[in-house]
């Protein structure tokens, strides 16, 4: 029996449920040469391909893509994009739908932001590894936090025990985030961090780590993930019930908007979902639905979408499939900026682009033969860069086994680098436009994202359908129907269940020090012997009082974290408040 990561979806086209209104119903293809070019694509059929084919057959009886089952059909011509209007469907960049990109001069102006990931056990480490990455070219900081981190608890909890510094980085109090950017100015270096529940806490930090260094809150930039709602469909650390959990995203956007708009407040994760093996078009559907309760839930708490809308991101997985992962994320724009027209009425431009950072497919990464993961990944990435990507992180070739070694990252990191400066694929702006087939693969990957969203909505939006648990299911349930076609050789994953080796060769694997767990727990102890407790005890009353009434918690929380009060201590005070969330409960 074969066994591998690896988790995909299969869903029935909606095609047939998509209709996009157009202002000008302009056909890009006069109807008489579309009549000439199927009558020659039908003698090509009978005269050049058909004896062929009689011959020698093709490789498969179907073609489909990677993860939708869209049928790829043998040839594309301007008939399958025939009701295409070009202002309406595709356009110019910069200008609406986006389908060709949020900016007008896109890679050519600049190029995306070569974010890699990294959090290494403890705060020193991290910072080793972010100036190393800077020193090689790397143009931001994309941070990882380890389990205690992100569920909220301190390294010397007992529910932290034997999970310190092993999946990122250890945060306890504003002493390591401090030590994590020493010697790194805030002023020009952009920071992603993957943080979920706590993460007004750690916005808090960054924003006290900035004002320490005597950086102006509006020169701060970066993205804290915040996307609660894929935690309840596909990572399950969540801290707090989902109506809480929102007041806390909604008091971010409206505290960003004021004091650090240049920090995107929320990063809208299908990476997630993907991973947990949804298809291409779920994954964007299922994002821009939690898209949707975001935006309804700010408004609901009074603010206006255009204040806070255009600090909204996305981000999203790139798998192995080029043409489908380039449809998708040009789908994305295009619906996106349907959504906040029709729904929202928003006026401001910027609150209509979708604005996304891309990481290559880690489900897609083998532990067998993992050299082979460098060539994958220089696909996905070359995929996220012809979609229009404003960020790119590359996974390293070892991800499968351990966290990377800095001459794994150093590789992924020249993969964007051979990308931006050898390739030519970022000297045009969206080089496949008016491919026959992109444009046909486009259209029918929105058709089927917008089917799945008027599903959630015919469900009662995307909260009632997560909490009913409809959206884990339809992940799960194909998920495993892909699994079962890599265990059959149906599905061939190249060094896994075809092209295999009989030994694989001894590699260097990065490995976290067992005794970095009791240092940092021995560095907490003292943050704590040192600070000044009534300041804190006081700090954290401050907290609570927000957290019961109506008043936005990000002031008192960057006072707490000041006093080093710890991530566990400000969590705890909203666990008391807010409770601790119990899926079917």
């Known amino acids: 029996m074969v066994s591998v990561a690896l988790v995909y979806l299969n869903t029935t086209s909606a095609e047939s449920r998509f209709c996009r209104c157009r202002s000008s119903a302009t056909a890009m293809f006069d109807e008489e040469d579309l009549e000439a070019i199927r009558e020659a694509k039908a003698d090509w059929e009978a005269e050049t391909a058909g004896p062929t084919l009689d011959r020698f057959g093709e490789r498969e009886e179907t073609f489909t893509t990677d993860t939708g089952g869209q049928e790829v059909k043998r040839l594309y011509t301007p008939d399958d994009i025939a009701d295409h209007d070009y202002e309406d469907d595709i356009g110019f960049p910069g200008e609406e739908p986006y389908t060709r990109g949020v900016y007008s001069t896109m890679h050519r102006g600049r190029l995306w932001t070569m974010r890699q990931y990294a959090g290494m056990g403890t705060a020193s480490e991290t910072n080793e590894r972010f100036n190393y990455l800077i020193e090689q070219g790397s143009s931001g900081l994309s941070m990882a936090f380890d389990l205690p981190t992100q569920m909220g608890y301190d390294s010397d909890a ?23 950017f020493d010697g790194i100015p805030l002023d020009e270096v952009s ?96 994002t821009l639905a939690n898209g949707i309760e975001y935006v309804e839930a700010a408004i609901d708490a009074g603010q206006a979408v255009d204040d806070f809308a255009p600090q909204l991101s996305f981000f999203f997985n790139a798998h192995n499939n080029i043409f489908e992962e380039v449809a998708k994320f040009r789908a994305a724009r295009r619906l996106w900026a349907r959504i906040m027209d029709d729904r929202f009425g928003a006026e401001n431009p910027k609150s209509k682009q979708l604005k996304f950072h891309t990481q290559t497919g880690g489900s897609t990464l083998t532990a067998q033969q993992i050299e082979n993961n460098v060539v994958r990944v220089g696909y996905q990435a070359l995929a996220a860069v012809l979609g229009g990507t404003q960020s790119l992180h590359t996974n390293g070739k070892d991800e ?42 486009t259209d029918e990957v929105e058709a089927e994202a917008q089917a799945i969203i008027d599903d959630i909505d015919d469900r009662g939006g995307m909260l009632r359908a997560v909490d009913a648990g409809y959206i884990q299911q339809e992940i799960q349930d194909v998920a495993f129907e892909r699994q079962q076609e890599i265990e059959a050789g149906e599905r061939i994953i190249v060094g896994v269940n075809e092209f295999e080796v009989d030994e694989e060769p001894e590699m260097d694997l990065e490995s976290v020090d067992e005794e970095d767990e009791q240092r940092q727990i021995d560095r907490l102890g003292d943050i704590k012997a040192d600070r000044d407790d009534d300041a804190v005890d006081d700090a954290l009353d401050a907290v609570a009082d927000a957290a019961a009434g109506d008043d936005n918690v990000l002031p008192p929380v960057i006072e707490a974290v000041k006093a080093y009060a710890t991530v566990q201590e400000i969590c705890d005070v909203f666990r008391e408040a807010f409770g601790e969330y119990q899926p079917g409960v």
Not at 238 to 265: C, G, H, K, Q, W
Not at 401 to 409: H, I
């Open 400 to 441: 499968a086994l351990s966290l990377p070694t800095e001459q794994s990252v150093r590789t992924a990191l020249r993969t964007q680098q051979i990308l931006a400066h050898e390739s030519g694929v970022a000297d045009t702006i969206d080089p496949l436009a008016g491919s026959y087939y992109v444009e046909s693969l």
């Open 158 to 180: 007992a529910m932290a025990a034997g999970e310190v510094g092993k999946a990122g980085v250890a945060i306890d109090t504003l002493a390591d985030f401090e030590t994590v």
């Open 191 to 286: 920071t992603s961090m993957t943080i979920n529940a706590p993460a007004v806490v750690l916005l808090a930090m960054y924003i006290a780590v900035g004002d320490k260094q005597g950086v102006d809150r509006e020169q701060l930039r970066g993205t804290i993930q915040n996307d609660i709602m894929k935690e309840y469909i596909a990572r399950n650390l969540f801290i707090y019930p989902p109506e809480p959990s929102m007041r806390l995203i909604t008091d971010v956007f409206e505290f960003a908007a004021d004091e650090v708009p240049n920090f995107n407040t929320i990063s809208i994760s299908g990476y997630h979902i993907r991973e947990a093996g949804s298809t291409a078009a779920q994954e964007i559907a299922f």
